[in-house]
C-alpha cells in the first residue's frame, strides 16, 4: 500500500519568513497530492493540492512542488503570518483512485512567531 | 450548506459499550470516508464507500462497523469499545478525490 512520510514533524518560523514541508510517498500510481491544514479543535481544510500532470501550483502566498520521478512533494508558504500557524498535512491518494482514499503524512506542527 | 456534521462532538464510553458515530453530509458527494487521529501519527483511515451500498476497510477497520443506506450518511459503529480506541475520529466526504472534513468527535474510552 501506499505509505507518505513527511518532514519535518516541527517547524518554526518568524513572521515573514518562509516555510517549507516536505513530503514523499511511495506508491508511483498515485497522481493527486493534497495539502490540508488543521487548527486547534476542527477539522483539516484543503488548502491547495496538485494533480500529477503538472509539476507546480500557486495560490497566493502558497505553493505545491511536485517531483514524480523521485516522489516527493513540497509545501512553500511565503511571507508566514501568525495565523498561518497550525498542523499541516500532506496526503496521497493510494493506488491512483480516483475517489480518493487519501493516504496521510504523520503531520508538521508549525508556529508563526511574531 | 451545512458540508459534513458529525455528532456527538465528545463522549466518553466505558470498556465494552457499544455506540454509533453519527455523519451526515449535504453535497451529495458519492464517496465518504472515516479516519481516526492519533498524536504523531497523522490520519489512518478506518473504512470507507464509494457509494451507496459499499463499504470496503481500510488501515485500520478492527473493532468497527459501517454501513451506507444513503448517500447522505455514512455512520460508524463501536461494536465494544477499548480503550486503544481513545481517538479523534473525523468524517470526510469527497466527489473527486477533494475531501470535506467533518469537525470530529472526540471519544475517550476508560
Request: proline share 4%.
Amino acid at each position: 500500500g501506499e505509505n507518505v512520510e513527511q518532514h519535518p514533524s516541527t517547524l518554526s518560523v518568524q513572521e515573514g519568513d518562509s516555510a517549507v514541508i516536505k513530503c514523499t510517498y511511495s506508491d508511483s500510481a498515485s497522481n493527486y497530492f493534497p495539502w490540508y491544514k488543521q487548527e486547534l479543535g476542527k477539522g483539516p481544510q484543503l488548502i491547495i493540492d496538485i494533480r500529477s500532470n503538472v509539476g507546480e501550483k500557486k495560490d497566493q502566498r502558497i505553493a505545491v512542488t511536485l517531483n514524480k520521478t523521485a516522489k516527493h512533494f513540497s509545501l512553500h508558504i511565503t511571507e508566514t503570518q501568525p495565523e498561518d500557524s497550525a498542523v499541516y498535512f500532506c496526503a496521497a491518494n493510494a493506488g491512483g483512485t480516483s475517489y480518493g482514499k487519501l493516504t496521510f503524512g504523520q503531520g508538521t506542527i508549525l508556529t508563526v512567531h511574531p | 450548506n451545512a458540508g459534513v456534521t458529525q455528532t456527538p462532538k465528545f463522549q466518553v464510553l466505558k470498556t465494552g459499550q457499544s455506540m454509533t458515530l453519527q455523519c451526515a453530509q449535504d453535497m451529495n458527494h458519492e464517496y465518504m470516508s472515516w479516519y481516526r487521529q492519533d498524536p504523531g501519527m497523522g490520519l489512518r483511515l478506518i473504512h470507507y464507500s464509494v457509494g451507496a451500498g459499499i463499504t470496503d476497510q481500510g488501515e485500520v477497520p478492527n473493532g468497527y462497523n459501517v454501513s451506507r443506506s444513503t448517500t447522505e450518511d455514512f455512520p460508524l459503529r463501536l461494536l465494544s469499545a477499548a480503550p486503544s480506541q481513545t481517538s479523534v475520529y473525523f468524517c470526510a466526504s469527497s466527489r473527486d478525490s477533494s475531501y470535506t472534513f467533518g469537525s470530529g468527535t472526540r471519544l475517550t474510552v476508560v
